[in-house]
């Protein structure tokens, strides 16, 4: 593992300001990174002293009885479940067909906020698209390897994308299939025939 997420996206990541999807991804690759787990912490430490340097305001007088008061018959949270980070805890859905030699399998379809998350899973050799995006893409190899116009990733790795990026990714001859956690926001923009026929097929 070498290409790890950029400071300012672990930094986003721990001020909540990711979309929810893309904090999926990130957590995913933490799990096996010590490296940014560490940045991660840093970065959540700093947040908690700038918060702790601010001056206190003013509360109105009954903002703890209205606070009890909204507690009161109040539904207690479920404990939060443990996010999946492996392969095998993200792909329990179905692998769909999406030309030859590709499969996605959608795990979260584009919500509010405008992001979904797929895993791709590409055969060794094959060739996406060319393509670029509207928005925003974080990808995490969970198995083979791939390479684009922004070096090569292997398992572990995170490759990112922003609207100035236009790759064309290819699963490289590693014997295996090539299979990514991605979380995309915005619209894919399409160049080949290829890529406008798969667009509305899975609506990325
Ligand atoms: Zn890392």
Do not use: N
């Not at 094959?126 to 995006?133: D, E, I, N, V, W």
């Not at 990733?153 to 490759?159: L, M, R």
């Not at 699963?171 to 890529?195: E, F, K, N, V, Y």
Request: charged fraction near 20%; hydrophobic fraction near 45%; proline fraction near 10%.
């Amino acid at each position: 593992m070498t290409r790890h997420p950029s400071e300012a996206t672990l930094l986003a990541h721990a001020a909540g300001h990711l979309p929810p999807t893309h904090s999926v991804v990130l957590r995913a690759h933490m799990a096996q990174c010590p490296h940014c787990r560490a940045q991660a912490t840093l970065a959540r430490e700093a947040g908690g002293a700038l918060l702790a340097e601010l001056a206190p305001a003013a509360m109105a007088p009954d903002a703890l009885a209205r606070a009890f008061a909204g507690l009161d018959g109040a539904t207690p949270l479920p404990p939060p479940r443990p996010a999946p980070r492996t392969l095998a805890e993200l792909a329990t859905g179905r692998w769909w067909w999406i030309a030859p030699g590709m499969r996605l399998m959608p795990l979260q379809r584009r919500g509010t906020d405008d992001a979904r998350l797929d895993l791709i899973r590409v055969a060794p050799g094959m060739k996406l698209p060319a393509h670029g995006h509207t928005g925003t893409e974080l990808t995490l190899v969970l198995q083979g390897a791939f390479g684009d116009e922004t070096g090569e990733y292997h398992a572990g790795d995170v490759a990112e994308g922003d609207p100035e990026l236009d790759h064309q990714p290819e699963a490289l001859p590693m014997g295996q299939d090539c299979i990514c956690l991605i979380s995309t926001t915005g619209r894919l923009r399409a160049h080949g025939w290829l890529a406008r026929l798969v667009q509305p097929l899975v609506g990325v």
